[in-house]
């Protein structure tokens, strides 16, 4: 079974910097699509970057583009998540999540507890 662990998360004032990570345990993933979503106070989880196992495609929500890039090592089992530019409103609890298919298809069937991020204005 895979296991993921966020961490990274933390206070930042807008316009500033962080990078969360992603530790899998349990079995390698370098062949499982890895992702990240988020979920603000009072909304729903949404979807916020995508990576393949192999790192070649990346898909990052119209919401981030730009400001944040997902990019994985497989050598370490860690996926992690930068983020530029944050703004006020990418406060959230951020999640890790796994899914043992390609990035276009299924669902996410192993998820994180989450990291918080709060933005500060």
């Known amino acids: 079974q895979v296991q993921l662990v966020e961490s990274g998360g933390g206070s930042v004032q807008a316009g500033g910097s962080l990078r969360l990570s992603c530790a899998a345990s349990g079995r390698t993933v370098s062949t499982y699509t890895m992702g990240w979503f988020r979920q603000g106070p009072g909304k729903e989880r949404e979807f916020v970057a995508a990576?393949?196992?192999?790192?070649?495609?990346?898909l990052h929500a119209d919401s981030v583009k730009g400001r944040f890039t997902i990019s994985r090592d497989n050598a370490k089992n860690t996926v992690y998540l930068q983020m530029n530019s944050l703004k006020p409103e990418d406060a959230a609890v951020y999640i890790c999540a796994a899914k043992a298919v390609n990035i276009y298809s299924g669902r996410y069937d192993v998820w994180g507890q989450g990291t918080r991020v709060t933005v500060t204005s």
């Open positions: 990576i393949s196992g192999s790192g070649s495609i990346t």
